[in-house]
């Protein structure tokens, strides 16, 4: 089957993958997900683990993005160097079977002394912009494990940063002297909306982390609101690092990614002074898929 004929979209990361099977007009007509990462994928078995989401969506073109283009994946795709659009990413996709599977590249930023990249979250921003979700001109927010801060300009990704922060949190919830303390899921609570003031105010995240048990310890703070003060304080920090350099008022702010992390950046925006328009990560990824897909078919 050719491209105009539908084409299966799939995101695969390090520890899950999920899988969409679009039509030619682009309407989602199926879909998949389950935990098999690229750390689940023995050497030289991804041919047959692409086999299985074929097996299941149908036996179509694939277009790949995420860790699958890692050097720890499939067929390694280099980064497109910012600033980025999504033609030029069009242009440099690698071919695991020709004509059958694109690997999109990822984004990489070198410039002086900086150096990040990404891998993934560039279909999602620029799918979004492509749908008209976002401006031009923006700062996304994308959280998650590594949560990504990225500044759009003109149509491009124009620069970003990575902040560990929600690896840093499962760390947290599973090694550390706070473990016992956080083990609920985080909400946008009073508590979290203080851990986010602090965060953003002091420039003291590993001092206020072990503050956090020695209060409850002291009894100053109930132990149940320990996960949300906790969440809230390393997002706070979170947003000093995304915030900083961007003047209020210049250009919009976006929080895109899963709705439960979106819900609490975008609350943890609003208490630093900043509205964010939420979009869902998986709608603006199909978007880009969608139009990397036109542009493999043009």
């Excluded at 990462?37 to 179509?60: A, C, H, Q």
Aim: net charge negative; proline share 4%.
């Amino acid at each position: 089957m050719s491209w105009a004929e539908g084409f299966i979209a799939v995101d695969w990361g390090t520890t899950n993958r999920r899988a969409y099977r679009l039509a030619g007009d682009g309407a989602l007509s199926d879909e998949m997900e389950d935990g098999l990462g690229i750390l689940s994928v023995e050497s030289g078995g991804f041919p047959d683990s692409v086999r299985t989401i074929r097996e299941r969506l149908g036996d179509l073109p694939m277009l790949m993005a995420g860790m699958i283009g890692s050097n720890r994946g499939w067929v390694e795709a280099p980064y497109v160097p910012c600033p980025a659009a999504l033609d030029e990413l069009a242009a440099r996709l690698v071919w695991a079977e020709p004509g059958r599977v694109a690997i999109v590249p990822g984004v990489s930023l070198d410039r002086g002394g900086e150096a990040d990249v990404m891998r993934g979250e560039e279909v999602q921003i620029l799918g979004a912009l492509a749908a008209g979700l976002v401006g031009g001109d923006a700062l996304v927010c994308h959280p998650g494990t590594h949560n990504k801060w990225i500044r759009l300009e003109r149509g491009r990704i124009a620069g970003f940063r990575t902040v560990m922060t929600g690896e840093l949190f499962n760390l947290l919830r599973e090694h550390s002297i706070l473990a016992d303390l956080l083990d609920g899921p985080a909400g946008p609570s009073r508590a979290f909306a203080a851990g986010v003031r602090h965060g953003l105010d002091e420039d003291d995240l590993l001092a206020e982390l072990f503050s956090v048990r020695a209060r409850i310890l002291l009894g100053k703070q109930p132990r149940e609101e320990a996960c949300d003060y906790t969440s809230g304080l390393l997002i706070g920090s979170d947003l000093r690092v995304g915030l900083r350099g961007a003047e209020a008022g210049a250009g919009e702010v976006v929080a895109m990614g899963r709705p439960e992390l979106t819900r609490l950046f975008a609350a943890a925006l609003r208490e630093a002074g900043r509205e964010a328009i939420e979009i869902d990560g998986e709608k603006a990824f199909l978007a880009g898929a969608r139009k990397l897909a036109e542009l493999v078919k043009a």
